[in-house]
């Protein structure tokens, strides 16, 4: 019986020892989303955040490409590339951002006017924009989340509700 207290307490100092330094280890550890390795929209990321397996798996995303999102030769409209999107947020030149409703497929960006120069009319996001797939993380959510994490105002419009209250 005594064997099995000594197994049973140096299992338990095992595992509080082990637990202790687990911190210090994860942080020492370098990823490239948090040296700022990553671009917004480019290709070789997840709308710049490092995929690790607790938070890919958990959601079930086996597949990580972006699939290159919304091709802006299928567009009637200007638009702007979500790369270069993504660097006018980063640099604090977006003023403003409309998100279409439901669920945020299409976007228009309004970027804050030079100096002494006119107010931007807003444009389309184009190229490169996420679209909504069911097997991959490529999403208009992510988009979202990232105009409120660099603090930029933004809102959702319903195209029909638009329409009539331009009626009144």
Known sequence: VETDRRSILGGVAALIT??????????ALKYPAAEGGYKLGAPDSVVGREIRSFNGLIYNFKNTALGGGLDAST?????VSF???????KNKEVAFV??????GEKAYVTMKPKEGGPA??????????P????DSWSSPDYVI???SNF???????VPLLAKYNKKK
């Open 83 to 89: 790369i270069e999107f993504g660097e006018a947020m």
């Open 18 to 27: 082990g637990a202790a330094a687990l911190p210090q280890a994860a942080s």
């Open 75 to 79: 567009l009637n409209e200007p638009s």
């Open 98 to 103: 409309e998100f279409i409703a439901p669920y």
């Open 145 to 147: 989340r990232s105009v």
């Open 151 to 157: 603090g930029v105002p933004y809102k959702f419009t």
């Open 120 to 129: 931007p009319e807003p444009i389309r996001i184009g190229q490169g924009y």
């Open 131 to 134: 679209t909504m797939s069911k």
